[in-house]
């Protein structure tokens, strides 16, 4: 148990579906971010959440949406996606946007787009 | 956006080996971590360092945060099958971190 607990773990989905990816954690941080992992590449930061609000939205295409409702629970909405857009998308949190104490990561779902 | 350099890609070695790596930086960091990802999980917290020139232990694995705060290598003394996975660097330049390629470990009993 990481603290960090994200569902589903594995999701295959069609380039016409529609999904969600859900990520909850209980630590009482206020900072969350998405995290897209994709083989021999460095992690690729997506969406930044601070308090609630979002702080960065670092050129993410338009079909991933995220939606953070309270500090405890974070979403990533998928439509339309590409196979390009295959990875293991990993969600994290940490006490504020600081990161001195490090991120918490979850383990992640790893995302099949045919 | 700050570039993070980290070497080697990989590395196979025998069991009871010592093994380093490490990470360099076109910029200035103020926070270095090292994290360890165990397959089919997130990335876990090995070690965490704060200021140029630290060195800190976790077991048989060691850190340092460079002098000139643009690098930092990991240590792993005496390895064991369990070490296997990613380890990757991570540098907090002013929010948010960024992530190496990571270095892939394996270990041959």
């Known amino acids: 148990e990481t603290g960090v607990t994200q569902t589903p773990r594995h999701l295959v989905m069609g380039m016409t579906n529609k999904k969600s990816l859900k990520c909850e954690q209980h630590?009482?941080?206020?900072?969350m971010y998405w995290y897209k992992q994709s083989a021999k590449k460095p992690l690729e930061l997506m969406f930044v959440y601070n308090f609630k609000e979002q702080t960065e939205n670092n050129s993410v295409p338009s079909r991933f949406s995220p939606e953070c409702p309270n500090s405890s629970h974070l979403f990533l909405h998928l439509h339309t996606l590409q196979p390009e857009d295959s990875a293991l998308y990993l969600c994290a949190s940490s006490q504020e946007r600081d990161v001195v104490y490090g991120y918490t990561f979850g383990s992640g779902t790893r995302l099949t787009v045919v | 956006g700050q570039q993070l350099n980290q070497s080697p890609q990989s590395m196979f070695i025998q069991e009871g080996e010592d093994v380093s790596m490490n990470c360099t930086s076109s910029?200035?960091?103020?926070?270095w971590l090292w994290y360890k990802q165990d397959p089919g999980e997130g990335p876990v917290l090995l070690i965490a360092?704060?200021?140029?020139?630290e060195l800190t232990s976790n077991g048989r694995l060691t850190a340092q945060f460079g002098i000139t705060r643009k690098d930092s290598f990991l240590n792993i003394s005496a390895s064991i099958p369990s070490d296997v996975g990613i380890y990757f660097c991570?540098?907090?330049?002013?929010?948010?971190?960024?992530f190496g390629a990571g270095t892939r470990l394996t270990v041959k009993p």
């Open positions: 360092l704060y200021k140029a020139g």
């Open positions: 910029s200035i960091f103020n926070t």
């Open positions: 991570a540098g907090q330049p002013l929010y948010d971190m960024r």
């Open positions: 630590l009482g941080h206020n900072a």
